[in-house]
């Protein structure tokens, strides 16, 4: 849109530097031969003046002319006196007579045509102005956009700096219609602390929305992949090529500020007997995926804590480790587990925006450290509304049809 009102304004302004640089049709409607125009003798100033001198009462075209002598005019039958008529002064003959000049007259057709001329001037002014004014306001609000600062931190709820319920989400990947339906949810079950899992980006058309929102919740923020190769696409050719061109419309869309917090996040979190990261804690940076028990062992294995919650498979899943034994568990809608102190666990929240388990419904994990319990949310958002984001954006269709698919 920019350049489209750039090149207009341009084109307006050569148009207007040439029609103004050198004498066209109105110029021409006022002089013909370089003679000047005359309204109401049609010669120039100068011929006129040597051609009429004045001389007492009459007007000589180049000699004197010697009155007559007056007539007297006949009384009427009933007039008193006689009265002195002074008739007008005749030219002879000879003399020549003023000519009207053909030179500088203007006919009604070149009237018309000045007018013509100068309402064809007044319009191209005014929309080079127009053009103008659309072109600053326009450069204005991109700037703004560009340089948008964030609005002051809220949450859509109150946290508890004692309490002892959290909540993990992760792999929103720019839907908004279902960051926000989960942010709702949370608020329903008196969520005390958040912890975002990464992926804030990637595959949706709202990544500002979705980073805006996370922000204002003021929650630990974990770095995933797709941030990761937003930020640089040194590794981008790991992904396939549908990921790897959301990445790109993402790093071309993303404003700056919300690109320098996706900057600062970190690859792991940790607080009381939980940990958290996006993809694994066995070398979190090459962003391995845990589908199967042997994987979850060998992530367990390095475990500190008796909860490990992670995302990037998009898959809710729980796996228990007891006395070196992996054993994965079913995650149901709102399944919930009691753990227990002779195990350890590894947890995938799921995905709040790109869903794989043959399922529309965003997951995310709740925690409640004083029951030791763990509990899979399964919440329904408006799918079509997110759908039709993507497809105006212009993104790969897969990135929509698959939201209602769940694979």
Known sequence: MMRVFLCLCLLVCAISSCRGGEPGDFDRAFRKDDDVFVPSGGKKKEALDAELVPSGNQ????????????????????????????????????????????????SPSQLDRLATLLDDEWLLAAIGTLLLAVLILSLALWIRSRTKRLPAPTAPFVFSAKGTRTAFFGDIHGNAPALRAVIEDMAKQSIDRMVCLGDLVGYGAEPDECVDLVRRLRCPTILGNHDHFMMSSDDIEKMNPVAAMSVEWTRNTLRPDNFEFIKRLGLTYAAGNVTAVHAGLA???????????????????????????????????????????????????????????????????????QPRDRQSKSCWLLHDAKTNEIEFRFVAYDVRAAQERIRASGLPEKNAARLESGT
């Open 59 to 106: 007007y000589t075209q180049g000699k004197s002319i010697t009155p007559e002598t007056p007539m007297k005019a006949e009384p009427d039958s009933g007039s008193e006196k006689e009265l002195d008529v002074i008739q007008p002064p005749t030219i002879p003959n000879n003399a020549v007579q003023p000519q009207p000049s053909t030179q500088a007259s203007m």
């Open 283 to 353: 070398h979190p940076e090459k962003w391995g995926y845990i589908l199967k028990e042997d994987a979850a062992g060998a992530a367990m294995a390095l475990q500190k804590t008796q909860l490990c919650v992670i995302g990037h498979s998009h898959v809710p899943a729980l796996y228990r480790m007891i006395d070196g034994e992996v054993r994965s568990l079913t995650v149901e809608p709102f399944f919930r587990v009691k753990l227990h102190p002779d195990s350890i666990y590894l947890a995938n929240a799921g995905s709040v925006g």
